[in-house]
C-alpha cells in the first residue's frame, strides 16, 4: 500500500537495533519509500545527513546509552522533518529533541506510516 508521493522519499534510519532497523525498513519499502541508509551510530547519521544524503529520518532517540541529539540537531539546521523513537516518553526525554515528532515505543506500523507520509508530505508541499 503506498502513502502519497512517498517513492520520491529518501528516508534516514538510526536505531542502534539491528532487529529494529530491518523492521522499520521493510515497514517503509512496504509503503512505497525509498532508504537513503540505515546507521547505527551518531557519526554514520551525521555523514549521510551533511552529504545531503536524505530527505526525512527516523531517529532513535538513545543508541546504546548515546543520545541521538546531534543527529536531530543536523537535520533540523537543514530542515530536513524527522520522527524521534524512544521507549522513553517525551518528558523523561527533558526536551532533547525540540520540534521533532515525537512516538513513543511501541507503536502500531500504520501509526508510524502515517506520520512519515505526513512528514514528507508537508515538506514537499513547504519547498514545492
Known sequence: MQFYNAASARILIV??????????EEMLVDAGFT???VVHKISNALAVIESGGC???IIDANLAGVSA???ASALAERGLPFIVLSGYSREQLAGDFPGAHFM???????????AVSAMVLK???SSG
Open 15 to 24: 536505531d542502534d537495533e539491528p532487529i529494529i532497523a530491518l523492521g522499520l
Open 35 to 37: 532508504i537513503a541508509a
Open 55 to 57: 530527505d526525512a529520518a
Open 69 to 71: 541529539n546531534p543527529a
Open 104 to 114: 513513543q515505543k511501541p507503536f502500531r506500523p500504520a501509526q508510524l506510516i502515517h
Open 123 to 125: 515538506r514537499q508541499a
